[in-house]
């Protein structure tokens, strides 16, 4: 009995009040399953890339494209109309179809050619920085990354200190300078029987833009004439550029547009890394190759018309991701577009600053573009590549 009264008295003490009182207890929720965790980072993807990019959908981004186009042709009417000298707008009109007389001439000869030679500089290197960026899957990449515009400096230093060579000549061989440089450096990320990852490219990249920006300083340190040429083109402008140079390159920037519009899928591809690229049947290595040598043609091209123009292939993608997203299908015409937007407006502005005297868009787009690109990382984390 004592037995018996010591158990009513633990369960007395120990049991809930619901059960003290015999009133019925509320039933206790029953936790959910949890989610596995490959289906809760597929889920979180989705939403990130439903809320990435201001324009969404098809319809949307053709839209913006359009619009970024409508820009570049109020922008490139500005790089007619405007400059150290005041024309006409009947002028620049008649200049524009052939008809240019007196002052008008000024347009057909020099804006003319520099307006056209900067969308086709623009376009390349934003198409490359966009290409770049996701053969590398690195957001801070650009050119310099693999030391393509390195590899193009030392080309022409070479050929201005042994032949001197100059106008068309040093187009063709800065071009050549790309094209050995990023052989080189696939060579060189992709030997001792390892793979051309991304990060042993841009090692191999990095290592040698360093060699060749050492070679080249030691050349023109030691030959006046060269410092003096040199100093010139590398100062990055489209001013004084003949119509002729652009023609030179034309076959390879159109050539290189053509392999930048095909990858956009392949490098969606990538950017969800080779191992899943391989599962999905996609040729890792050939891509890699393909996409490198669309970024040669595209800034070798650019950079033998204009010499080395900075910023432009870094930031103009970040402006494009901003507008539709992470789809390299929409990013890389629209790199092209905003690319050759933002030059023509950056070489504008070196106009117009203290007319007549001209400062050359490579200093224009050094002085801009760096906050500008600083302002991009502080307003939205950078998507990642």
Same mark, same amino acid.
């Given at each position: 009995?004592?037995?018996?009264?010591?158990?009513? $008295?633990? +369960?007395?003490?120990?049991?809930?009040?619901?059960?003290?009182?015999?009133?019925?207890?509320?039933?206790?929720?029953?936790?959910?399953?949890?989610?596995? $965790?490959?289906?809760?980072?597929? %889920?979180?993807?989705?939403?990130?890339?439903?809320?990435?990019?201001?324009?969404?959908?098809?319809?949307? %981004?053709?839209?913006?494209?359009?619009?970024?186009? #409508?820009?570049?042709?109020?922008?490139?009417?500005?790089?007619?109309?405007?400059?150290?000298?005041?024309?006409?707008?009947?002028?620049? /009109?008649?200049?524009?179809?052939?008809?240019?007389?007196? !002052?008008?001439?000024?347009?057909?000869?020099?804006?003319?050619?520099?307006?056209?030679?900067?969308?086709?500089?623009?376009?390349?290197?934003?198409? $490359?920085?966009?290409?770049?960026?996701?053969?590398?899957?690195?957001?801070?990449?650009?050119? *310099?990354?693999?030391?393509?515009?390195?590899?193009?400096?030392?080309?022409?230093?070479?050929?201005?200190?042994?032949?001197?060579?100059?106008?068309?000549?040093?187009? *063709?061989?800065?071009?050549?300078?790309?094209?050995?440089?990023?052989?080189?450096?696939?060579?060189?990320?992709?030997?001792?029987?390892?793979?051309?990852?991304?990060?042993?490219?841009?090692?191999?990249?990095?290592?040698?833009?360093?060699?060749?920006?050492?070679?080249?300083?030691? +050349?023109?340190?030691? !030959?006046?004439?060269?410092?003096?040429?040199?100093?010139?083109?590398?100062?990055?402008?489209?001013?004084? %550029?003949?119509?002729?140079?652009?023609? !030179?390159?034309?076959?390879?920037?159109?050539?290189?547009?053509?392999?930048?519009?095909?990858?956009?899928?392949?490098?969606?591809?990538?950017?969800?890394?080779?191992?899943?690229?391989?599962?999905?049947?996609?040729?890792? =290595?050939?891509?890699?190759?393909?996409?490198?040598?669309?970024?040669?043609?595209?800034?070798?091209? =650019?950079?033998?018309?204009?010499?080395?123009?900075?910023?432009?292939?870094?930031?103009?993608?970040?402006? =494009? %991701?901003?507008? /539709?997203?992470?789809?390299?299908? *929409? /990013? &890389?015409?629209?790199?092209? #577009?905003?690319?050759?937007?933002?030059?023509?407006?950056?070489?504008?502005?070196?106009?117009? +600053?203290?007319?007549?005297?001209?400062?050359?868009?490579? &200093?224009?787009?050094?002085?801009?573009? $760096?906050?500008?690109?600083?302002?991009?990382?502080?307003?939205?984390?950078?998507?990642? /590549?």
């Amino acid at each position: 009995m004592a037995e018996s009264r010591q158990r009513s $008295a633990t +369960i007395e003490r120990v049991a809930p009040a619901g059960v003290r009182s015999g009133r019925p207890l509320p039933p206790r929720p029953v936790a959910a399953p949890e989610e596995p $965790a490959a289906e809760a980072a597929r %889920r979180r993807r989705s939403r990130e890339s439903t809320a990435a990019g201001l324009l969404r959908g098809a319809t949307g %981004r053709s839209a913006g494209l359009v619009a970024a186009l #409508v820009l570049l042709g109020l922008a490139g009417a500005l790089s007619l109309a405007l400059g150290a000298a005041s024309i006409p707008i009947g002028d620049t /009109i008649d200049a524009i179809f052939g008809r240019g007389v007196g !002052d008008g001439l000024i347009v057909e000869t020099e804006r003319v050619p520099r307006t056209l030679i900067g969308i086709a500089v623009g376009a390349g290197l934003g198409a $490359a920085g966009a290409l770049i960026q996701g053969l590398t899957r690195n957001p801070l990449a650009d050119p *310099w990354i693999l030391g393509i515009e390195a590899g193009a400096a030392l080309a022409v230093v070479v050929g201005i200190f042994l032949v001197s060579a100059d106008g068309g000549a040093l187009a *063709w061989y800065a071009l050549a300078g790309a094209g050995i440089t990023w052989a080189f450096v696939y060579a060189i990320g992709s030997s001792g029987g390892g793979k051309a990852t991304p990060l042993n490219l841009t090692l191999a990249g990095a290592a040698t833009a360093a060699l060749l920006a050492a070679l080249t300083s030691a +050349i023109v340190v030691f !030959d006046a004439e060269t410092l003096d040429e040199y100093r010139f083109w590398i100062a990055g402008s489209i001013a004084g %550029r003949e119509l002729s140079v652009l023609v !030179d390159m034309l076959p390879f920037l159109a050539a290189g547009a053509v392999v930048a519009l095909v990858s956009g899928r392949a490098l969606n591809g990538l950017s969800l890394g080779h191992d899943v690229a391989r599962a999905l049947g996609q040729r890792v =290595a050939l891509t890699q190759v393909a996409v490198a040598v669309g970024v040669v043609l595209l800034s070798g091209a =650019a950079v033998a018309m204009a010499g080395p123009i900075g910023f432009v292939g870094l930031t103009v993608p970040h402006l =494009a %991701r901003m507008l /539709i997203g992470p789809d390299y299908r *929409w /990013i &890389i015409p629209y790199s092209a #577009v905003l690319g050759a937007t933002l030059l023509l407006v950056a070489d504008l502005v070196g106009r117009l +600053i203290d007319p007549p005297q001209e400062i050359q868009v490579g &200093i224009v787009m050094a002085v801009v573009g $760096a906050p500008v690109f600083i302002a991009l990382v502080r307003r939205r984390r950078l998507a990642a /590549i």
